[in-house]
């Protein structure tokens, strides 16, 4: 099956120009891209209210994600993160898997959804971030896919508000894949990361994501997954 990896380089500063146009040029310059249609990524992320409890076991800070990734499907992702004691990550330092995600249809339901979110459960969730890619720019290199665009965050009310530069992000798909299991991970990641090596990109604190083989789901579950890490993280 075809395996997926995401790179992203942050902005220095919140004026820092992005480095999503050095991106593509070395990506021309290093490989013959056949450009495809382009792609978008939009997020909200929510963070639960303090817990006033004097539970012995608290809840812990706890995230709502709100994930459109129409190249991957068009339904909208929600996911609930808690990051209590019990869900904090691996002993690896792997980020705590979403507890809650179920999917939302497009459209009105979507709207809907949302109006719910912020109209009658507003004293449970404080909006914290809203991000996104915009006309991303999508590219067929043999049996890859790569996917660049700017990772931008709004401040203030809806989606024209104030947008800063958070960075640039590269989604790289390798089509031909490589064998089920545990090693044929480690062979995809090296591949996808040879890949990208090729675009000679060093020292600019670039961050990677992966597949993760011991989480079971479909090529949808599992994209949606990796993207709600990469933005709860910048969040």
Avoid at 146 to 162: D, F, N, T, Y
Wanted: proline residues 7%; hydrophobic residues 35%; charged residues 15%.
């Amino acid at each position: 099956m075809p395996l997926t990896g995401i790179f992203l380089i942050p902005a220095s500063t919140a004026t820092d120009s992005s480095p999503l146009q050095e991106l593509l040029t070395r990506l021309s310059a290093a490989y013959n891209p056949t450009p495809l249609a382009p792609w978008t990524v939009h997020h909200r992320l929510f963070r639960s209210t303090p817990d006033g409890s004097t539970s012995s076991k608290p809840l812990g800070t706890r995230y709502l994600q709100i994930l459109s990734l129409p190249h991957v499907s068009a339904r909208t992702t929600v996911a609930i993160t808690s990051t209590s004691t019990s869900q904090a990550g691996d002993s690896h330092g792997a980020a705590p898997e979403p507890t809650t995600i179920i999917t939302v249809p497009p459209g009105a339901a979507t709207s809907d959804f949302n109006h719910l979110l912020l109209s009658k459960f507003g004293p449970l969730w404080q909006p914290r971030m809203m991000l996104t890619v915009s006309h991303g720019q999508a590219f067929q290199i043999g049996d890859f896919v790569a996917r660049l665009g700017e990772l931008k965050q709004i401040s203030g009310p809806g989606a024209s508000g104030v947008q800063i530069g958070r960075g640039a992000v590269c989604e790289i798909e390798w089509t031909a894949g490589g064998e089920e299991g545990e090693l044929g991970m480690q062979a995809g990641r090296t591949v996808i990361r040879g890949f990208w090596e090729g675009l000679g990109i060093t020292d600019k604190g670039t961050r990677e994501w992966f597949w993760r083989p011991e989480v079971v789901g479909t090529e949808r579950e599992e994209m949606a997954r990796i993207w709600l890490e990469v933005l709860r993280l910048r969040g």
